[in-house]
T-cell receptor, first 111, second 114 residues
Framework: SQQGEEDPQALSIQEGENATMNCSYK?????LQWYRQNSGRGLVHLIL?????REKHSGRLRVTLDTSKKSSSLLITASRAADTASYFC???????????FGTGTRLQVFP | DAGVIQSPRHEVTEMGQEVTLRCKPI?????LFWYRQTMMRGLELLIY????????DSGMPEDRFSAKMPNASFSTLKIQPSEPRDSAVYFC????????????FGQGTRLTVV
């Protein structure tokens, strides 16, 4: 079963624009993580935000977490063609060590 | 470290045959996860191990699927007998320590059952 739902399912933008992806989840979490997947490849970890954090930055990535709404967003600023990939949120709950993934957002950045 | 290593990268087999997928986690990682990815169902967690012990196999679709981790450096996912609906990309991932750390994924095995 999937914990997270992401929207939009697909997003197309021009280079230089910002891309925002949203993730909603169902149960209380210990932390939420974002991963990236290039076509035909494995997933790569981008950033982890803990349940007691509200915002986190890493380079051009900004992640927010609203535990009251059970939602998170990933913002990629000044996007590049190389950012083209699928992006997934994943949650870890307090009572298990499982990492459960959302449905993903396919991002296409046009040069 | 070379990262999580999965083999084979591609597997084509006939319905009814046994399929074995292999995974070598990153040395020192004590958690290992098996996922299946399809267009229809996304990324599904099949089973995970902690210190070579299966902790939760509730995602294993049916008895045709089995997974083992005989030691800290090797795990297998077996499907017997295979069916066309098992066609998917299977990923193995490993993690060090508690839930507050990132998981590292292998490149996946693309399985096609004809």
């Amino acid at each position: 079963s999937q914990q997270g739902e992401e929207d939009p399912q697909a997003l197309s933008i021009q280079e230089g624009e910002n891309a925002t992806m949203n993730c909603s989840y169902k149960t209380s979490i210990n932390n939420l993580q974002w991963y990236r997947q290039n076509s035909g490849r494995g997933l790569v970890h981008l950033i982890l935000i803990r349940s007691n954090e509200r915002e986190k930055h890493s380079g051009r990535l900004r992640v927010t977490l609203d535990t009251s709404k059970k939602s998170s967003s990933l913002l990629i600023t000044a996007s590049r063609a190389a950012d083209t990939a699928s992006y997934f949120c994943a949650t870890v709950t307090y009572n298990t060590d499982k990492l459960i993934f959302g449905t993903g957002t396919r991002l296409q950045v046009f040069p | 470290d070379a990262g999580v290593i999965q083999s084979p990268r591609h597997e084509v087999t006939e319905m009814g045959q046994e399929v074995t997928l292999r995974c070598k986690p990153i040395s020192g990682h004590d958690y290992l996860f098996w996922y299946r990815q399809t267009m229809m169902r996304g990324l599904e967690l099949l089973i995970y191990f902690n210190n070579n012990v299966p902790i939760d196999d509730s995602g294993m679709p049916e008895d045709r699927f089995s997974a083992k981790m005989p030691n800290a450096s090797f795990s297998t996912l077996k499907i017997q007998p295979s069916e066309p609906r098992d066609s998917a990309v299977y990923f193995c991932a490993s993690r060090e320590g508690t839930r507050r750390t990132e998981a590292f994924f292998g490149q996946g095995t693309r399985l096609t059952v004809v």
